[in-house]
């Protein structure tokens, strides 16, 4: 009897632990080992560092950010048939960028006395109202298209209504400081226990690790020096001056569908010059590009400029004098050529104004040629990032890649400081939520700068300026000291776009 008690008790045993192995959570961490992909560790690395930053909106963010629809803005090529494409765009239903950003900008310069909050209570009926003007003058360019005679004109322009809150807080609140597991145990969840180590080096940021990586910890490694950088520079004041306008470019069009418009732009074809019609890029992208103020005679430099896509949207303004597109890979390099070949062939006296070169950004020396300088870093691309293992920063075979990012970050943006000419601006971007990445690179690089050279510099605060395109980007201070970002929603989902413009006055 008692051998066989023994004998069930060791299958009843033998039960449970396959039972128990057979139904592990999700969570658990041998399922997590098993299924942990690049697009997975950085969906988690964001869940735990970004809702500490954007609180109760990183969960909209996110549901946008892994969203399949990735919407788009069309840039009018000026180098082929610009009439006919307008044309066929604005059939299509597409808006002018720059119709839209007079349009509201004329509707918030005739009532300046209202207060954000006001603005905000009054959304809906402002909206609606400035979505009308925007309707009727669209209504207007495409019945222009059509003979004086014709029976049939268009009567009507369908537009989405708007409703989400599309005015930016105001107030400006110092970088996001790292807080302690007591501290912001109420704002995201983490697990209750941690591994703390204390570094007296990092002015109170500190190294952690949740109690679920206790188990399997090969891919973790310390980040003590990624987020060292977000506090580096932030003892060090610069002047901050107001950016009232945003200047649109003459020659330059850029077509965009209206809030919870997803209608896509069918692929371009080739004009009547043999070069295709419109570059299509992230609706977002645009913005540091309008940031530099692009004046005719300007000498650009697009620091690391693959694909090509900002360098091309400044070609088509017809502005700069000389136009230098840079990359460190040769591969991203030959992406450049690619896309200067599709848009602008047989550029003729172009041909000694835009050069492609090939050189490391940190050790460009070609100081006091540029007045104009756009340095549009390699970043965490946030939103790639949650939709592709290939290539994928957080592969485990690219930590230290990713971890020395925010020095990288700030050797180029320093060395484009130190090389831009008195007076010339120096625009600063990346497509990541990341505070170190952007508001924690630009204070340490203004730091740098003026240990290194002794130069002065003024960072814009463009709140105002960008006031009018409240309508089409989401806008957030988020605790953000230098710079501007544009954060996905799902009513126009492009993004993240940081951009950070500053002048050298000395």
């Not at 735990?48 to 946008?64: D, G, L, N, P």
């Not at 306008?245 to 692929?267: A, G, R, W």
Request: charge should be neutral; aromatic fraction near 8%.
């Amino acid at each position: 009897m008692a051998r066989l008690f023994n004998i069930l008790a060791a299958k009843e045993l033998m039960r449970i632990q396959i039972a128990r192995y057979s139904s592990k959570k999700a969570d658990h961490w041998a399922v997590i080992k098993r299924k942990k992909t690049a697009k997975y560790i950085a969906l988690r690395h964001f869940d735990e560092f970004y809702s500490t930053v954007y609180k109760r909106k990183w969960e909209s963010i996110k549901e946008a950010l892994l969203q399949e629809e990735h919407k788009y803005m069309a840039v009018v090529n000026s180098f082929s048939d610009i009439d006919r494409i307008k044309m066929e765009l604005e059939l299509q239903g597409a808006m002018n960028l720059k119709t839209i950003y007079q349009t509201y900008k004329t509707e918030l310069d005739e009532t300046p006395h209202k207060s954000t909050r006001k603005r905000k209570k009054k959304n809906m009926k402002g909206s609606q109202k400035i979505e009308s003007v925007i309707a009727d003058i669209q209504l207007n360019t495409i019945q222009s298209h059509y003979p004086a005679d014709y029976e049939s004109k268009p009567t009507a322009i369908s537009t989405a209504d708007e409703d989400e809150d599309i005015v930016q807080e105001r107030g400006r609140l110092q970088p996001v400081e790292m807080k302690s597991i007591e501290f912001s145990e109420n704002d995201v969840k983490l697990d209750e226990n941690r591994i703390v180590h204390p570094n007296a080096g990092l002015s109170g940021l500190y190294e952690f690790m949740p109690a679920t990586q206790i188990k399997g910890t090969d891919d973790w490694v310390l980040e003590s020096q990624h987020y060292g950088y977000y506090n580096q520079g932030a003892d060090f004041s610069v002047k901050i001056e107001k950016e009232p306008i945003l200047t649109f470019p003459e020659y330059l069009n850029i077509y965009t569908f209206e809030e919870d418009n997803y209608s896509k732009f069918p692929p371009p074809k080739k004009g009547s010059t043999n070069v295709l019609d419109y570059y299509l890029l992230d609706g977002a992208s645009i913005l540091p590009v309008l940031a530099l103020d692009l004046q005719p005679g300007d000498a650009v430099l697009d620091m690391c400029a693959a694909p090509g896509g900002k360098a091309l949207t400044i070609l088509q303004t017809f502005m700069p004098r000389l136009l230098i597109a840079n990359d460190i890979q040769l591969s991203r390099v030959k992406r450049i050529q690619n896309v200067i070949n599709q848009y602008v062939d047989n550029i003729g006296q172009w041909q000694d104004r835009l050069r492609v070169t090939h050189q490391n950004a940190r050790l460009i020396e070609d100081k006091d040629i540029y007045n104009k300088i756009l340095v549009d870093v390699p970043c965490t691309t946030d939103r790639h990032v949650l939709h592709c293992d290939e290539n994928n920063i957080f592969k485990a075979t690219r930590i230290q890649e990713r971890l020395q990012l925010p020095e990288l970050q700030a050797d180029i943006l320093t060395n484009a400081l130190k090389i831009i000419s008195v007076g010339g601006t120096v625009v600063y971007s990346t497509c990541s939520l990341s505070p170190i990445q952007n508001d924690g690179v630009v204070g340490m690089a203004l730091k740098k700068a003026w240990e290194e050279t002794n130069s002065i510099m003024v960072v814009k605060d463009m709140r105002k300026a960008l006031e009018p395109l409240n309508c089409l980007y989401k806008f957030g201070n988020f605790g953000l000291r230098y710079g501007h970002i544009a954060i996905p929603t799902l009513q126009n989902n492009w993004g993240p776009m940081y951009f950070c413009k500053i002048v050298r006055v000395r």
